[in-house]
């Protein structure tokens, strides 16, 4: 019969961080719906041996466990830090570096700063610097020529896109179309796209936006719009026909 090999501490260390990594803010999962994560990943471990874990999370870290109702639930407190692990580090330096690449330098300010915030909130002992040092995008970059106030723009974007806000847009040709619906934004080519809702849907490049109004009336967004399959139907994104 062969000898059962007892797992070391840093293996019992890494599947509870894996665990907790799996754990949402804002609602439950159950032991038996993290262990079906973990397997999609590579990772088989008995249920019993996710609940011992799980039990030690709750214990010493700010994660709370649910057992009004079997199966138990976990989430984690709004409060809790973020874990990063070498995966997620390298994940969020690629994306760094990929937005920097991709998005207009007037935004690099921005970008920087949100990607500082997400440093402070976790627990990651590698630093911002030591992981921009190991990753790169190598994009074709395309000389333009942003608006002065691209800044202002995005922001009015961000801010009717999460809010779900009508807004007026002005083009560089003084047209305005009123109580339009931003619905997403596209990077195509290096191009910066908003994706909104007139009479049909539509789409303006950032560069041929003058300015953006928002209105104090909220729309509701369409249920049968699919940003992904929206850009799988549009062979070429047309200036000319914009606004």
Do not use: W
């Amino acid at each position: 019969m062969a000898k059962k090999i007892k797992p070391t501490t840093r293996e019992h260390i890494s599947l509870a961080l894996e665990l907790y990594n799996r754990i949402p803010q804002g609602r439950k999962v159950t032991a038996q719906m993290l262990q079906e994560d973990l397997k999609q990943s590579g990772i088989k471990r008995d249920i019993r041996t996710i609940q011992r874990n799980l039990d030690l999370i709750v214990n010493y870290f700010n994660v709370d466990k649910d057992t009004r109702d079997k199966p138990f639930g976990y989430s984690r407190n709004i409060q809790s830090k973020l874990i990063f692990g070498p995966r997620e580090n390298i994940i969020l330096g690629l994306a760094e570096s990929y937005l920097h690449a991709v998005l207009p330098q007037e935004l690099s300010t921005i970008i920087n700063s949100a990607f500082n915030q997400i440093q402070i909130l976790s627990l990651s002992r590698m630093s911002q610097l030591s992981i921009k040092s190991k990753v790169f995008t190598d994009l074709i970059q395309v000389s333009k020529e942003y608006p002065v106030n691209i800044n202002t723009l995005f922001e009015n974007i961000c801010f009717s896109l999460i809010h779900q806000r009508l807004i007026s847009i002005e083009n560089h040709h003084s047209i305005i179309h009123r109580n339009i619906k931003p619905l997403g934004i596209i990077i195509l080519n290096s191009e910066l796209y908003l994706i909104y809702k007139n009479h049909k849907i539509e789409q303006i490049q950032l560069n041929n936006i003058k300015l953006i109004n928002i209105s104090s009336f909220t729309f509701k967004y369409p249920n049968n719009f699919n940003i992904n399959e929206y850009r799988k139907n549009i062979k070429v994104l047309d200036n000319n026909s914009q606004l």
